[in-house]
């Protein structure tokens, strides 16, 4: 159980372009997803925290206007990608949680990741 | 503010030896602390976590840690290494809220 798919696992595209990754709860609804970034031999740094139904709160030094997130349903997130550019490429990575009486505590069930590769 | 230090930045042991991945932690209050592995192309899995609750915590595939407050440690232990456990793994922390501070990754490599 608790499953996070993300879609696509990789995405190429010309500087400019908008790219728009998706992420899944399979099999529980998410309160909340997140959003992270991982760079090459580096750790995840959390870019945005989303709840169903509300905007996103984003972490400090992320571009709200360049990374849109849309969480419209319990059981999907999406994060878009606007004019990319070639700094933008990275290792894009969702998590989710199923709320509950845990809290805060909640554990955190991460998707397989979309590599993103601006050209 | 919440940090944390993992001290090894690569682990290699051989198959059937004993593995220790180093992580120290830095917090204002009682945090929770977590182990994640991330292997190739795959989600990162939740190895255990520390919440308060017992020091030494057991997670899956034989690992465990133990929480040491007085050296600010969160060390994963595993007392025979396989093949399989090859892969990234991550120290984590969280201080009352659902943000995870996430530590540098520690590479660890099982020969034969």
């Known amino acids: 159980g608790a499953v996070v798919s993300q879609h696509p696992s990789w995405v190429i595209c010309k500087s400019g372009t908008s790219v728009k990754i998706e992420c899944r709860s399979l099999?529980?609804?998410?309160?909340?997803m997140f959003w992270y970034r991982q760079f090459p031999k580096q750790s995840l740094m959390l870019m945005a925290t989303s709840n169903e139904g509300s905007k996103a709160t984003y972490e400090q030094g992320v571009e709200k206007d360049k990374f849109l997130i849309n969480h419209a349903s319990l059981t999907l997130s999406t994060l878009t990608v606007t004019s990319a550019h070639p700094e933008d490429s990275s290792f894009y990575i969702c998590?989710?949680?199923?709320?509950?009486?845990?809290?805060?505590?909640?554990?955190?069930?991460f998707g397989p990741g979309t590599r993103l590769l601006v050209l | 503010a919440q940090s944390v230090t993992q001290l090894d930045s690569h682990v290699s042991v051989s198959e059937g030896t004993p593995v220790l991945l180093r992580c120290n932690y830095s917090s204002s209050y009682s945090p929770s602390l977590f182990w994640y592995v991330q292997h190739p192309n795959k989600g990162l899995q939740l190895l255990l976590k520390y919440t308060s609750a017992a020091t030494l915590v057991k997670g899956i595939n034989g690992f465990e840690a133990e929480f040491k407050k007085s050296e600010t440690s969160f060390h994963l232990t595993k007392p025979s290494a396989h093949m399989s456990d090859a892969a990234e793994y991550f120290c984590v922390v969280s201080e009352r809220t659902d943000k995870l501070i996430f530590g540098t990754g520690t590479r660890l490599q099982v020969f034969p």
């Open positions: 998590s989710a949680t199923a709320g509950g009486p845990a809290g805060w505590q909640e554990t955190q069930y």
């Open positions: 099999d529980f609804q998410a309160t909340t």
